[in-house]
Structures are given as C-alpha cells and as structure tokens.
C-alpha cells in the first residue's frame, strides 16, 4: 500500500510567485517525516524533518512545511520562488524504512 | 559536510555483462542503501546494510547483489545486466538514531544497451 503520496506530479510556478507542494502519508502513527530535493543531475538533498513538537517546521533555503495530523498531510511551502528552485521534490517517511513519494516536478517560469 | 561518493556519474554497459556500482561515504555511518530512480515512481530501495557485511533486501532486490566489506563501501552489483535496468542508481549512508536521516550521492546513471 502507498505510504507517501504526492498529488502533484508537476507544477509550474512564476518567479517570486508562492509554492506549496502537497504530500500525504497513511500510516497509523505520527511517523518522522521529510522532504528532499533534487536538482537536475544530483543526488537528494534534505531540506528539512519533522519528528515531534512544533508542526511547523523550518528548513534551508527558505521553505518550510506543516505537519497536519487530521489531515495525514506534511505540505511543503516557500513564500517567493527562485529560479534556483526548478528541481523534483519528494516527500518521504519513515515507516520501518525511508518510504518516498514519487516526487514533484517544480519549473519555474521568468 | 557529509559526503557520500559514487564513482560513476554515467555507465553504458551492454546487456549480460557483469556491472559494479560503487559508493564510499566518509562519515563512519553505520547504515548504507542503495536505490534505484524511474520518472513516476520515485525512489525504491534495492538493498540496504546496517554493518560492515550484513545486508538486508529492500523492495526490489531481484537482480542485484550487494557488498559491505568494509564499512565505509557500499558495493552495487548487477550479475548480469538486462535492459530494464537501466536506472538513475542513489546511494545514501545514514547513522542508526532515530529518524534515520539519509544523505545522499550523485547518483549514477546506467544505461544497458
């Protein structure tokens, strides 16, 4: 069964617009929860996690998510997108192992 | 900084042969895995090790191999290549605390002619 999904499996975005990408999980317990990037050519890069307290989390590169417990959801958000940001998200959680959406794809337009 | 190195950015093999992927990280993580990447489907574990030569396999073992010898290595191996392994291969080293943060390689992308 899918742990992690990923709505979205593209977005496009205008520079200096607002992201948000949407992740859900099904797992019975809260689970730590993280999102990754990846720009083109390279490996993944953690952006930020959340394993308990506070439910809305920072991360670099200005992005943070909310973790959502009623809604199953860690939704990833950046207030004014950068060029830089074209790259494939992917929201993972642990549930026994590292389990990961399939990812969004991010293009950002001039 | 962590780092975790593949040896190979890009590999063309040809269908059949014998195909090593290697990947050393240098942060003394007990934990090595080893994906592979297909547009869709995100990533999915192939085999993971948790010590220096144990190995343990993950959703998609069928195919591969894998070697810890050491516990800095992490060793990839396709017994004999076939087309629908052609993949974009991550390699990622953890240590065993809890939440099991990952860091990740370049990657390595194989195409099997």
């Known amino acids: 069964a899918q742990s992690v999904t990923q709505p979205d499996i593209h977005i496009t975005v205008s520079e200096g617009a607002s992201l948000e990408l949407r992740c859900n999980y099904s797992?019975?317990?809260?689970?730590?929860l993280f999102w990754y990037v990846q720009s083109p050519g390279q490996g993944l890069q953690l952006l930020l996690k959340y394993f308990s307290g506070d439910t809305l989390v920072q991360g670099i590169k200005g992005f943070e998510a909310e973790f959502k417990r009623s809604q199953s959801s860690f939704n990833l958000r950046k207030p004014s997108v950068h060029w830089s940001d074209a790259a494939e998200y992917f929201c993972?959680?642990?549930?026994?192992?590292?389990?990961f959406g399939a990812g969004t794809q991010v293009v950002v337009t001039p | 900084d962590v780092k975790v190195t593949q040896s190979s950015r890009y590999l063309v093999k040809r269908t059949g042969e014998k195909v090593f992927l290697e990947c050393v990280q240098d942060m003394d993580h007990e934990n090595m895995f080893w994906y592979r990447q297909d547009p869709g489907l995100g990533l999915r574990l192939i085999y993971f090790?948790?010590?220096?030569?144990?190995?343990e396999k993950g959703d998609i073992p069928e195919g591969y191999s894998v070697s810890r010898e050491k516990k800095e290595r992490f060793s990839l191996i396709l017994e004999s290549a076939s087309t629908n392994q052609t993949s974009m291969y991550l390699c990622?080293?953890?240590?065993?605390?809890?939440?099991?943060?990952?860091?990740f390689g370049a990657g390595t992308r194989l195409s099997v002619l």
């Open positions: 990622a080293s953890s240590l065993t605390d809890r939440g099991n943060i990952q860091y």
């Open positions: 797992y019975g317990a809260t689970p730590y």
């Open positions: 993972a959680v642990v549930r026994g192992k590292l389990q």
């Open positions: 090790s948790y010590d220096v030569k144990m190995k």
